[in-house]
T-cell receptor, first 113, second 115 residues
């Protein structure tokens, strides 16, 4: 079945460490997105990519980095520069820039310990 | 700039009651898309409906219905005869034409349905 796979589901990170969240899709979607969710704040866009080897900053990109070397993959790295990384991270993809709709992964919950 | 406002933080109802979720949006675009998503405790976002700005026809799907009014920039969502399984966070989202596919989400409304 086609869909988006995010891994791991739960992730614990020590302060000062970088950590990478995986996002893979087999929907042949061109566009992929990363959102961060905090309680009571909805989802905020971190990065998005419309095509391979190209990506753009979203509203809260500071402290994060991404790559898009393959159409199917859009990993997100949470760097030590991110001051408050504890959150729920959702990856999404779309076809036709979202005019038809979006597919979301099941999310990764990151906790800094 | 795009903005989506869901003023209701949490709504609690008893099973079988109706519940209406409000969504007000702001955009300068004349063409845009509006969405409603459901987020159950598992965390995954479940797509409910998409509406184009040029289609103001309201829709009913089972126990769900939507009221889109461009004149008031509102896209409200009603659950009729609520059930415990409806307990979730519901998000309204906006995709404007020039947004390169970016979705602007509201803060979400937590719906709690008790037996």
């Amino acid at each position: 079945d086609g869909g988006i796979t995010q891994s791991p589901k739960y992730l614990f990170r020590k302060e000062g460490q970088n950590v990478t969240l995986s996002c893979e899709q087999n929907l042949n979607h061109d566009a992929m997105y990363w959102y961060r969710q905090d309680p009571g704040q909805g989802l905020r866009l971190i990065y998005y990519s419309q095509i391979v080897n190209d990506f753009q900053k979203g509203d809260i990109a500071e402290g994060y980095s991404v790559s898009r070397e393959k159409k199917e993959s859009f990993p997100l790295t949470v760097t030590s520069a991110q001051k408050n990384p504890t959150a729920f991270y959702l990856c999404a993809s779309s076809i036709n820039r979202g005019r038809v709709g979006y597919t979301f992964g099941s999310g990764t919950r990151l906790t800094v310990v | 700039a795009q903005k989506v406002t869901q003023a209701q933080t949490e709504i609690s109802v008893v099973e079988k009651e109706d519940v209406t979720l409000d969504c007000v949006y702001e955009t300068r675009d004349t063409t845009y898309y509006l969405f409603w998503y459901k987020q159950p405790p598992s965390g995954e976002l479940v797509f409910l409906i998409r509406r184009n700005s040029f289609d103001e026809q309201n829709e009913i799907s089972g126990r769900y219905s939507w009221n889109f009014q461009k004149s008031t920039s509102s896209f409200n969502f009603t659950i009729t005869a609520s059930q415990v399984v409806d307990s979730a966070v519901y998000f309204c989202a906006l995709r404007a034409t020039d947004s390169w596919g970016k979705l602007q989400f509201g803060a979400g409304t937590q719906v709690v349905v008790t037996p």
